[in-house]
């Protein structure tokens, strides 16, 4: 973490040396195109619903700082869960991060021994860098890497499940492509992670305490400028042994309801959480972006 940190901190410098030429430039341009910085993902990267993409939050381009701010939240069977947070990006290259998340167990709550209601939360702060290539202006696709620190809110509780730990970072390197001429876009994350159930369910468990490699995947088909469909994948971890974790699908649509708002509506499937199965349901987010 330590080393993704010192990078992104000589990346934000970079970013902020400026030649004359430029300097004379305005912080604030806003020239994106639309639904190309993504939405925030459940962990407040921008991307996908379910994953990172390798774009950076906020709709400046490299001349501009931009900034974005989600609400997001998941009707699942058995379960709620909600989010929200912020991220800046500076430069069209860093991006800083932010996010609060809330997974409440409501009557299963009960069933676990928990009481009703009974609610898991976690924060997340992320840091990313485009280190290469542009999602549409370069013939190399964008390429991140990416640091999520996540420290979940309930250690006795997550330990006494069979989780290791109560805090854990995840690392990340994202590629991402939009082909204009087709109005197609293809991203895939790979993931070197012990968290359970995003962190909610803590790092590392009873069965396995070491990181392991996940995949993540997006397809997105621009149907207008303002409406894209598509559908994300993301492998999980199965760390502790009280519960199977299932990878994660979904089925989305963004709709850029304002060059300033999308609103995104997806079908998810989540599979096994906390030992229910055939957890599906809906994820709604809106995002403001500038």
Same mark, same amino acid.
């Given at each position: ?6 990078? $992104?901190?000589?990346?934000?410098? +970079? ?12 912080? @604030?341009? !806003? #020239? ?5 910085? #993504? ?14 993409? +390798? ?8 001349? !501009? ?62 840091? &990313? ?12 696709? $964008? ?6 620190? &996540?420290?979940? #809110? ?5 330990? +006494? ?34 968290? =359970?159930?995003? #962190?909610?369910?803590? *790092?590392?468990?009873?069965? @396995? ?5 996940? *995949? ?11 409406? $894209? ?9 199965? =760390?502790?042994?009280? +519960? ?44 403001? $972006? *500038?």
């Amino acid at each position: 973490m330590t080393r993704l940190l010192l990078a $992104a901190t000589m990346a934000l410098l +970079a970013t902020l040396s400026l030649s004359p030429t430029a300097s004379a430039r305005p912080l @604030r341009h !806003g #020239g994106k195109l639309l639904l190309t910085n #993504g939405i925030a993902s459940l962990e407040g990267a921008s991307g996908g619903g379910l994953t990172p993409w +390798a774009v950076i939050a906020g709709n400046e381009t490299d001349e !501009g700082i931009g900034l974005s701010g989600h609400g997001t939240m998941v009707e699942v069977k058995d379960y709620d869960y909600w989010s929200a947070g912020v991220a800046v990006g500076f430069r069209d290259r860093l991006e800083l991060s932010y996010a609060h998340q809330n997974f409440n167990t409501n009557d299963i709550g009960t069933v676990l021994g928990l009481g009703k209601d009974y609610a898991f939360s976690q924060d997340i702060i992320g840091a &990313k860098v485009r280190v290469a290539g542009d999602l549409v202006y370069d013939r190399l696709p $964008a390429i991140a890497i990416g640091a999520q620190y &996540k420290k979940n #809110g309930q250690g006795a509780v997550v330990r +006494a499940i069979g989780a290791q730990d109560d805090e854990g970072v995840d690392y990340y390197a994202s590629v991402s492509k939009l082909f204009l001429s087709r109005s197609i876009l293809l991203s895939g994350t790979a993931r070197l992670t012990k968290a =359970n159930q995003m #962190g909610l369910l803590g *790092f590392g468990g009873d069965k @396995r305490d070491s990181y392991g490699l996940q *995949f993540e995947g997006s397809a997105a088909w621009q149907l207008s400028r303002r409406v $894209a469909i598509g559908g994300e994948f993301r492998s999980k971890p199965d =760390n502790l042994g009280i +519960a199977r974790e299932d990878d994660w699908f979904d089925l989305f649509a963004a709709v850029a309801v304002h060059r300033n708002l999308t609103a995104t509506v997806a079908y998810a499937d989540l599979g096994s959480i906390a030992t229910v199965k055939g957890q599906r349901g809906l994820l709604l987010s809106l995002q403001a $972006a *500038f």
